[in-house]
């Protein structure tokens, strides 16, 4: 070609840094990366989605800086697609585009009440206390005695953890100033997390639900019977993940009450099937008694036993997992909420065979919300091995427009002010200034014209 490939990363979180790594890496031929992100800020969920106290996992950051420090990488934040370039565009300016986009929304728990005031997703629960520009105008009441989180995977560890925390533990982390605030004047005591299935099914990692149980400013309240192991459960308490969990959870259970001022009521077997409310505001959650039994396939699923409870909360967080939004131009599976794809080649709709060339989809938008930081590098590896063989094998449409300043040209033209990684830098280093004169490891900025103008 006698040119550099030109690749376009469509999303700056760990999926879209860990294909532009193994891109770089590649010689033959040589790669050229421009990576785009809607936000002026890169890392994704690294930054927005992370909890404030797990400082250290945000410490992946390192290594996602030396791939941008590569000579063939640019940065363009704040250029959404779709509006600002659309996928034709880039189509012209590429040789091959990455989707990583990851999982945007956020599952439907589909019960009656789900949309009551007081009732929210988790996500926007995260997004919020992490200074997330699309959560800056939420608020939440946490003027209730009682909570409930629906739902029991790591997102669901991170905002109980973050409710019965002790918001002075939170403040020198990066924790959006008036998430801390209000966290300071919270009245919750009782944090219901709830579970569909049991201990042995449960979604969150050992790490995460011992740091509950170890929390100085809560007890961790596991009822012994829920805790205890099913007929249906003996084959899941195999792996050892489950085995961790289950066993540790009976230890909790024979802890009982506790004294701390808080509260966290793990409840095992309990399916949310009402959100009640009174004058439009959540009241209570109503749930269904479950019993477990083994599916066809062997997997183990609840099952309502017609038994009701009704538990107090003015708070609900349905934690239930996130979910794909379709992005303007590319195939999306309405179903599963992917990108539709072979190993990371895009194909030309759901249920298709046929791949839509010089087109690919890394991470959640490739495989759906599952593991942690992590699996994202397998996942992007093999997407890479899929593009360096199209590549090889001629299987791409060149781009017209290869020249690497005409996009620069294309965003000027259309009056698009997008921030290159020098110009990151610099917001990060106002952040951590702005973070220093408040005893802060960073303060970050939750308003994208307020970054803009920082910058201007
Ligand atoms: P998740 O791990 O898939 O957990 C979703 C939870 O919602 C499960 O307990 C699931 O129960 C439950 N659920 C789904 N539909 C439900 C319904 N209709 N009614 C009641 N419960 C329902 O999702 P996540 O917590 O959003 O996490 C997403 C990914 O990010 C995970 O891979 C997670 O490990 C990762 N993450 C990691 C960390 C960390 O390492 N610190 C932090 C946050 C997120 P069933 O199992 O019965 O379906």
Redesign the pocket.
Known sequence: MGRPLRVAIVGSGPSGFYAAEALLKQSTPPVSVDMFDRLPTPYGLVRG???PD?QK?KSVIAVYEKIASAPAFRFFGNVLMGKDVSAEDLRGLYDQVVYAVGNESD?R??VPGEDLKGSHS?TSFVGWYNAHPDFREESFDLSVESAAV?????????VARILAEDPERLKPTDIAEEALEALRHSRVRTIYL????GPA?????PA?IQEIGALESADLVVDPREAALDEASKKDYQDPKNKKNVDYLQERAKAGEGAKPRKIRLRFRA??VEIVGRDGRVEAVKIERNRLVLDKDGRVK?EGTGIYESLPAGLVLR????RGIPIPGAPFDEKSGHIPNAAGRVLQAAGATAVRSGEYVVGWAKRG?????GTNRADSIETVKMMAEDAAAGRFCPASSPDPDAVTALLQKRGVRHVSFADWKRLDALEIARGRERGKVRLKFADVSRMLSALS
């Not at 709830?194 to 299935?197: C, I, S, Y």
């Open positions: 989605g992370v909890a797990h996992i599952r728990l589909g988790a629906i739902g029991v995977g790591n997102v669901a560890m991170d709830l579970g569909r299935r099914q449960a979604a969150f990692s995460e399916s949310p609840s934690s239930v997992g996130y919300p599952t593991g942690l930081i």
